[in-house]
Structures are given as structure tokens and as C-alpha cells.
């Protein structure tokens, strides 16, 4: 314990003698330990946000999408193709109790762009074609109206139901509700205005136009497919079974057989989340990889400035061996210096880390992002710990060279 505080002792005495090149040495450390930092934390946090984005869909819902992918691939559309595969009919059949006993409701969508006007105010908006029990698998609230009923769907009504932001920025005060928009060349009733969302993985609710589903595909797009489908299922540990019986139904209703794959794409939110942790994991740890680069270079800045000191303390290294000191203590002396400066670069560096990570969640609340900050104290144990580490690796070499200065010579140095 005496050697260890009279090191310590001479580490400071060494780093008060060159305080310029003490503090250069450690800057490396301070901005490869602040990187980490804010690498693991932001990335937390902007994985939590993410991924609570996608649990406000829910994990009971199922989503059916048209176009063959495997399993844990992504999805024919999220690359842009359309396909035709997915029509009504298949929808209108999941709504068979006998076959589909766990579905609690089920809705086919469709979804374009277009310009929304009212009187001298227009902007465009997601124009979202939906059956009436969307209203129930997307867990709208309305503020006031009601929403598309089963009647206005089959007629193809002209009607409407806005989202809270298409509400304020048209009409700002006004109730929408009864109001005449006009989407594309036609005009539509305003039936009823949701209540504020918020942005989600799926969207922007609050930015969109619900209109009948049979409206939006002969009115607007022309089309008799479905974009996707979307279902609520009423016990979550059915959802694999629910599955199964989808895909059976689906193959043959479209002429597949059982052992091929089918032409669309079932999906849960469960799954979903899981699949979207373990790449956003991915993604977080690739970027802690690429921020630790500045610690190798911290670390081998060390590594130089310990072999600087070594050249400039020959002749103090001889005349501690030669009064008795043993090459472990010369050793020791090293390493404590390698080691104080990783930990005073670890300890600066998570200072700063932690400010940097708090001014970034201030400046997404500001943006209306529900962020969290996530400062877990596995991150800065894990920055002291990748300090110590450094300090250690990169101090053993001019540690171990240092025991080897032989005294005679060390004693004739100048």
C-alpha cells in the first residue's frame, strides 16, 4: 500500500511538471470515453422511442401485406412494390367467427397523397381509404363527429374524418364538423375529427384524412386491391395460431399450395418489436465500435507520452534502482500514471457525456418527441471500466521497458 501511494504521490509530482502534455494525453481519452457515452445513451433512448412508437399500435394487432417475403425479411412494399395480391373479399372472410375465432375486428386500407382545400386553405395530407372498424383496430378517439359507418362504406359515400392537425391547420377554430373539403376534383362531407396522436412508426395521425374504403379505391385511385390489411386479435397468445389459420386461408383462396409460400406477408406487432430491437441493437453497438476508435488513439497517446516520460526519467529510474527499488516498483510507477490518466479522461469524459446526453433529450422534447433520457449506470460503470482497460494496455509496454533501464548505464545518462 506504501508503494501504491508513493506512486500515486509521483504521478501527480510528473503530471504537474508537464502540464500541457498531461492535458493532451488525457483530451483523448475524455472525447473516446464522451463518445461512447452518448453513443449508448442517445441510441437507448432513440430505441426506446422507436420501439415505444410501435407498442402504441399494439401487440395484439396483425398486419397482412400483399407480396411474398421470407419470414424475417422485410416486406415486398417496404421496397416500393405494389402488388395486387390482397382484395376485400380475402378481408371480408376473416370475418368469419366459426374460422377466425380470436379476430376481434379486421379493416382493409388503401393510401395516397392529395391536396385537402378548403375555401382558400389547402395542403396535402395522407388520404387513407378504411372500413368502419378501423375506428376500433387503430384505437382512434374522436373529439367530435362520429366515424365512417358500414352504410357510407358499401354506397361510397363522400365523407370524411380528419385527423387533429388537418383539422386545426384548415379551419383553425371552427369545428370541421358538417364543413365541405374537397379531395382531388370531388367534395366531401366532414363527419368527424380524431383526437391528437402524435407521430408514431406507423405515421402521422394527426396528419391524416379517413375516408370510406370503397370510396378511395373507385373514387380516387381506381383500384380494387388493398394497400394492407390490419386485424385486433382478443388474446395475444393466439396471435401464432391466428396466424396460421390466415395464411391456410389465404393460400387457398389464391390457388397456393399449403408447403409454398404464399403471395403476401403476415406480420405481428409483437414480432415486429423484436425484430426492430435486434437491429437497432446492432446499429447502437456498430456506432459504440466506431466511437471507440478514439479511445485506440487515446490510448496509444498515452502510450507515446509514457515512452517520452521514460526517455526524460532514465537517469531518476537509476538512481531509484540503484538505491534498492525493484523493477515491479518501476513497473507499478508506470502503470499508476497510464492508469490515472484513463480515469481522469474516464471521469471528465462521462461528465461531459452525460451534459451532452441531457442537452439532446432537452432539444427533443422542444421538438415534440417523447424522449426519455437514458442514463443507466451500466453506461458509466462500462466507460470507467473500458478506461481502465485502455490505461492498462496501453501502459504495460513503457512499464515493462522501464525495468529493463540498467542502472550503470541510466547513472551516465545526460
Known amino acids: 500500500m506504501y508503494i501504491l501511494l508513493l506512486s500515486l504521490k509521483m504521478t501527480w509530482q510528473n503530471f504537474a511538471a508537464a502540464k500541457l502534455r498531461t492535458f493532451l494525453t488525457v483530451l483523448g481519452i475524455i472525447i473516446g470515453i464522451a463518445s461512447v457515452v452518448i453513443v449508448l445513451s442517445v441510441g437507448t433512448s432513440a430505441q426506446n422511442v422507436l420501439l415505444d412508437q410501435v407498442r402504441q399500435i399494439g401487440s395484439n394487432k396483425i398486419a397482412i401485406l400483399p407480396g411474398a417475403s421470407a419470414d424475417d425479411g422485410p416486406p415486398a412494399i417496404a421496397f416500393g412494390i405494389v402488388s395486387t395480391t390482397l382484395v376485400s373479399s380475402d378481408v371480408e372472410q376473416l370475418r368469419n367467427k366459426n374460422s377466425f375465432p380470436y379476430i376481434e375486428n379486421v379493416s382493409g386500407y388503401v393510401s395516397t397523397s392529395k391536396v385537402v382545400r378548403y375555401k382558400k386553405e389547402n395542403a396535402a395530407y395522407e388520404i387513407q381509404g378504411v372500413e368502419p372498424e378501423a375506428v376500433v383496430v387503430e384505437d382512434i378517439t374522436l373529439s367530435s363527429g362520429r366515424f365512417l359507418s358500414d352504410a357510407e362504406n358499401v354506397s361510397s359515400r363522400r365523407v370524411a374524418v380528419l385527423g387533429a392537425d388537418v383539422a386545426k391547420e384548415l ?64 388474446d395475444e397468445s393466439k396471435i401464432a395460431e391466428t396466424e396460421d389459420a390466415i395464411r391456410s386461408l389465404l393460400k387457398s383462396r389464391h390457388g397456393i399450395p399449403q408447403d409454398e409460400e404464399g403471395d403476401f406477408s403476415v406480420r405481428n406487432i409483437a414480432a415486429a418489436i423484436e425484430i426492430l430491437s435486434k437491429i437497432t441493437n446492432v446499429m447502437k453497438y456498430f456506432l459504440v465500435t466506431v ?95 473500458i478506461a481502465g482497460v485502455i490505461g492498462i494496455v496501453f501502459g504495460i509496454y513503457p512499464a515493462i521497458k522501464a525495468t529493463r533501464v540498467s542502472p550503470m548505464e541510466a547513472l551516465r545518462y545526460e
Open 291 to 385: 466511437a471507440s476508435i478514439a479511445l485506440v488513439v487515446g490510448g496509444i497517446g498515452i502510450m507515446n507520452m509514457m515512452l517520452i516520460t521514460l526517455n526524460k526519467r532514465v537517469r531518476e529510474i537509476g538512481l531509484r534502482v540503484a538505491l534498492g527499488a525493484r523493477s515491479r516498483d518501476i513497473a507499478l510507477q508506470f502503470l499508476v500514471e497510464s492508469i490515472t490518466i484513463s480515469i481522469m479522461g474516464g471521469a471528465v469524459g462521462s461528465l461531459i457525456g452525460y451534459g451532452i446526453t441531457q442537452v439532446v433529450g432537452i432539444v427533443a422534447v422542444q421538438n415534440g418527441i417523447n424522449w426519455h433520457v437514458s442514463n443507466e449506470i451500466d453506461v458509466y460503470v462500462l466507460a470507467f471500466a
Open 171 to 234: 379551419f383553425d377554430q371552427k369545428s370541421p364538423v358538417g364543413e365541405v373539403i374537397g379531395i382531388g376534383k370531388a367534395n366531401y362531407r366532414v363527419i368527424g375529427v380524431a383526437q391528437r396522436r402524435g407521430k408514431s412508426f406507423a405515421g402521422n395521425f394527426d396528419e391524416t384524412v379517413y375516408i370510406p374504403l370503397l370510396t378511395a379505391q373507385r373514387n380516387i385511385l381506381g383500384i380494387n386491391y388493398l394497400s394492407f390489411a390490419r386485424l385486433s386479435v382478443s
